[in-house]
């Protein structure tokens, strides 16, 4: 997440940014607090990216979601 902010301080962009540590955090911030962008990765720990993105489905103010993983599946990379 690091390099994110990084990489938004460096374009010259200013906003917050928010970190979830687990897909169970995530859930709960997202039905806390409206967000622009949601940068998800598949692989968290607690409730994974896909439950996140299930219930970002059922949403009608989801955010725009950005997925990074590291899995090597060719179903993830779809």
Do not use: H, W, Y
């Not at 955090?25 to 990216?49: H, Y």
């Not at 896909?50 to 219930?55: D, I, Y």
């Amino acid at each position: 997440m690091r390099l994110f902010r990084e990489a938004l301080r460096t374009a010259g962009i200013r906003t917050d940014v928010a970190v979830a540590s687990d897909g169970e955090e995530a859930l709960n911030r997202l039905r806390e607090v409206p967000f622009d962008l949601m940068i998800l990765d598949l692989n968290l720990p607690k409730g994974d990216g896909l439950a996140v993105l299930r219930e970002c489905a059922k949403r009608a103010d989801s955010p725009p979601i950005v997925v990074f993983s590291g899995s090597d599946r060719q179903s993830d990379r779809n």
